[in-house]
């Protein structure tokens, strides 16, 4: 099992997302992150990929942490994911070889180009609330062409600071 982070950066009605460039969802939108390093706390990896990603600080103290995603590819968990979000960030997006910064309004977000899970739980995420939530994929690697199948969520989980 892998852990990951994903970072939604919230301001005036609007949200950043990266086009992935490589990797993992290659193409598809998502909110900047990635895996955690060895010894690192969620927090710290969602810090470091933000700036490697976007090349912007959110700074560790103004992320809130609202979401703790669990996907299962054909029964064994694969990937568990800590969601932060945040309103406050210093620097200018910017492009990566990995991702490509695009804003959005909270209203416009390209569920279509995204995760089959992403339109279940991340309206919440941006409108507020928090969540827990466990969705199952089938068909084998890689994740990202398996066939979404089921999901659970939890809604208004909290999350304590210490080991996010």
């Known amino acids: 099992m892998q852990e990951a982070t994903l ?11 990266i086009e992935k460039r490589r990797g993992l969802g290659e193409g598809w939108y998502n909110g900047p992150g990635g895996k955690l390093e060895d010894g690192e706390s969620p927090r710290e990896c969602v810090v470091r990929e933000v700036r490697e990603e976007v090349g912007i600080d959110v700074g560790s103290t103004a992320l809130e942490k609202v979401g703790e995603l669990t996907f299962v590819l054909d029964g064994a968990v694969h990937t568990r994911c800590h ?3 945040t309103d406050s960030f210093d620097g200018e997006p910017t492009a990566s070889p990995e991702a490509r910064p695009v804003w959005f309004d909270v209203e416009d977000v390209p569920y279509d ?7 279940l739980w991340l309206p919440g995420v941006l409108d507020g609330r928090t969540v827990s939530g466990r969705f199952e994929f089938e068909g084998g690697e890689p994740l990202d062409e398996a066939a979404f199948v089921d999901h659970v969520l939890e809604w208004g989980a909290s999350f304590a600071l210490e080991g996010d």
């Open 7 to 17: 970072c939604y950066i919230v301001r005036d009605g609007e949200v950043l997302m």
């Open 83 to 85: 969601v932060f979000r």
């Open 113 to 119: 180009r995204m995760w089959d899970d992403d339109d």
